[in-house]
């Protein structure tokens, strides 16, 4: 008896503790979300203002799949890629700031810009904590304003890994490089970041989770919960 | 039965907690992304071609539908390599899946045309 009482209350826990929310619900935090129904997103390359070189590109090759993964068209990246260079338009800094943002629609097809910044990347000296600090932007083609935006300091524990079995860990961590760890960091935080992101059209939660609550749009979580 | 009560619970926590399954699944596709953005050698060309053509043949997630981005990509990768036959098919069946795409690829077909 006594244990189940402790599990119970300890289950009660881990519910509560899973997120923090904000007091509006979906529909009143995004509401431009509901209203424009974006489908297709076009991802710019991360500006980044960390010490880390490398941070742009374990940010920019785990951004696709969170959003797809929400239900959204997301431009192919690598084919964006090569056209943004091309049309020299790979410097996300010259857009970021832009009132008008109609000329990514006319190219791209795309109804929102996800920008994001990397502001820090810190490696604790006991090397299995990294602690990220990242804003996100999703801004509309159509109008320009922001329609969904987090700022988030994440601290995220590299030595624990978030699935599969005890034997695979062990053997996935004789192998693990330092860059699968850090891909790992990025993935983490961009996957936490669009749990909150209102869902999209190839979802089958599409327009039906307007009354959920809200995340809060500046967060401070360590990672693996 | 406190057995079935304490599995429920933990699977209800669990479930609460970690995402629930996607709607795709990608493999080793992230890290694979992050090696040839980085080096773009020959070695990291063929890991993430074999990556899309997991995801387009066996999707293990919910849709069962090859995700967003993947044909196009994989023919892009095609073209580069020189089977200009094969990427523009790729390219096509993009635009067919998501007629969203038109745009974009409409141009890059245009593009290869020149």
Redesign the interface.
């Known amino acids: 008896m006594k244990q189940s009482i402790y599990l119970i209350l300890s289950a009660t826990l881990l519910i509560v503790g899973c997120g923090t929310t904000s007091k509006l619900n979906k529909a009143q935090a995004y509401k431009g979300m509901y209203e424009e129904k974006p489908l297709s997103v076009l991802i710019m390359p991360p500006i980044n203002r960390s010490t880390n070189v490398d941070a742009k590109e374990y940010f920019h090759t785990t951004l696709n799949v969170p959003i797809l993964n929400a239900g959204y068209y997301v431009i192919p990246p690598f084919l964006s890629m090569e056209i943004l260079k091309r049309e020299s338009a790979y410097d996300s800094e010259l857009f970021i700031e832009k009132p008008s943002l109609k000329i990514f629609n006319k190219i791209f097809g795309a109804d929102i810009i996800l920008f994001t910044k990397i502001n820090k990347w810190d490696k604790s000296s006991l090397a299995s904590r990294v602690t990220v600090e990242v804003e996100y932007i999703l801004k509309s083609t159509h109008t320009g304003e922001i329609l969904y935006s987090r700022k988030g300091t994440i601290s995220y524990n590299t030595s624990v890994s978030t699935g599969g079995s005890f034997l695979l860990n062990l053997a996935a961590s004789a192998i693990n490089t330092a860059a699968t760890k850090y891909v790992d960091v990025a993935k983490a935080a961009n996957n936490y970041i669009f749990t909150d992101l209102p869902k999209g059209k190839y979802s089958p939660m599409f327009g039906l989770d307007k009354a959920e609550m809200a995340g809060l749009k500046v967060i401070n979580v360590r990672l693996p919960k | 039965m406190?057995k079935h009560?304490?599995i429920f619970?933990?699977a209800?926590?669990f479930y609460?907690?970690s995402?629930p399954k996607?709607?795709?699944s990608?493999d080793k596709?992230?890290?694979a992304?992050?090696?040839?953005?980085?080096k773009a050698d020959e070695k990291s060309i063929n890991e993430i071609m074999v990556q899309y053509q997991k995801i387009i043949s066996k999707q293990k997630?919910?849709?069962k539908v090859t995700?967003?981005?993947?044909f196009?990509?994989y023919g892009?990768?095609l073209i580069q390599r020189g089977d200009l036959k094969k990427g523009k098919e790729n390219l096509n069946k993009?635009i067919l899946l998501?007629p969203?795409?038109?745009?974009?690829i409409d141009?890059?077909l245009k593009l290869i045309e020149k």
């Open positions: 406190k009560i304490y619970i933990v209800f926590a609460s907690c995402a996607g709607l795709y990608f596709y992230q890290k992304s992050y090696n040839y953005l980085k997630g919910t849709r995700p967003p981005g993947m196009a990509d892009f990768f993009e998501y969203e795409s038109k745009i974009f141009r890059i």
